[in-house]
């Protein structure tokens, strides 16, 4: 690690960017423990300064790829790739949104952790969580959740346990790291659509390029609220598809009610009386969410169809359908 440090930690004028296979050499040290906790500290730091160029983000995104046990499936979903370290200033929507895009015919898989820096925000299994469904704890309950839900949810300690196991030191570092960058790459379902979220906009081509190398064709990247994939509720909010562009407008969304600090109890709440055909404050947020789900799966690229078949879905009680199939078949096992 020493050998690393030099290269990248002798000053703003002396410093240059590691190769992808440096990198690579560089992140297995330490997922394999050869490096010492005052020599990963230092190497966290100094990427951090300087930040990580996308040769290393893939070097970095190599190693751990390595160590994923994927899960084998002819149904190629959308994968989710949003921040682990979850929500903590607006309302979570996913957990409603999801469903009423595999109500419309989607599958969409995701991935995550909990208790994740720098943030420590409340991921979105965490509300699914409280809406009555469990967290799947083996890939045949991943499996038959997917294929017949039309969702399926791979949690980080079973799919790259040697990335969860450096969770405590990532908690004890306390700032973001790379980790926070490559772990939403990780592609656990080895699909080739991926939809994220980020803060920066300078991060919309890196994840493009992360993604490719990920294994991703298509690709769906915009800036987000707070890092996830559900669009701001006060302004617009462009998506960039390849070389296509989608803009979405927040009509019908009030935005007092989005950014917000709820509890997750009332959260889980607010999903669950959207997916009954309850709501009337936060529906309409849900169902542009699920449109840009439905864009970035594949099934158009137009938002207004989009839109109409997420309201089918809902108005029909697919989603509705949908979820319960989850909650039981989680359940279950």
């Given at each position: ?17 590691l ?97 994740v ?43 790259n ?8 030191k ?9 980790h ?27 994840y ?25 509720p ?7 598809l ?92």
């Amino acid at each position: 690690m020493l050998e690393y440090l030099k290269i990248i930690g002798i000053g703003k004028k002396g410093a240059v960017d590691l190769t992808v296979d440096q990198a690579y050499e560089a992140e297995k040290m330490i997922l394999d423990g050869k490096a010492t906790d005052i020599q990963t500290g230092a190497f966290w730091s100094v990427i951090r300064y300087k930040y990580a160029s996308i040769e290393e983000l893939k070097g970095f995104l190599k190693a751990n790829m390595e160590n994923n046990d994927f899960l084998e499936t002819g149904i190629k979903p959308l994968d989710i790739a949003i921040n682990y370290d979850g929500k903590n200033r607006t309302v979570h929507i996913l957990p409603a949104s999801i469903f009423i895009a595999s109500g419309a015919g989607a599958y969409i898989s995701g991935h995550g952790a909990e208790d994740v820096p720098a943030k420590y925000g409340t991921p979105y299994h965490r509300i699914l969580e409280l809406m009555g469904c469990k967290t799947p704890q083996s890939k045949e309950t991943i499996l038959k959740s997917l294929e017949m839900s039309g969702f399926g949810f791979y949690h980080q300690r079973l799919f790259n346990k040697k990335l969860y196991d450096i969770l405590p030191k990532r908690r004890e570092f306390g700032l973001r790291t790379y980790h926070n960058t490559i772990e939403r790459m990780l592609n656990p379902f080895k699909t080739d659509k991926v939809i994220t979220g980020v803060s920066h906009p300078p991060y919309i081509f890196k994840y493009f390029e992360i993604g490719k190398f990920a294994g991703f064709k298509r690709i769906t990247v915009f800036k987000s609220l707070e890092g996830g994939v559900e669009p701001f509720p006060n302004h617009e909010t462009k998506i960039f598809l390849g070389d296509n562009e989608v803009i979405v407008y927040p009509e019908g969304v009030i935005k007092e009610f989005i950014l917000r600090r709820i509890s997750t109890e009332e959260n889980a709440e607010i999903c669950l009386s959207i997916l009954k055909n309850e709501d009337q404050k936060y529906t309409n947020f849900a169902l542009l969410t699920a449109g840009i789900l439905l864009i970035g799966y594949g099934l158009t690229d137009k938002l207004d169809e989009a839109l109409s078949l997420a309201e089918e879905s809902l108005k029909s009680g697919k989603a509705l359908e949908k979820f319960k199939m989850y909650a039981k078949i989680t359940g279950e096992g």
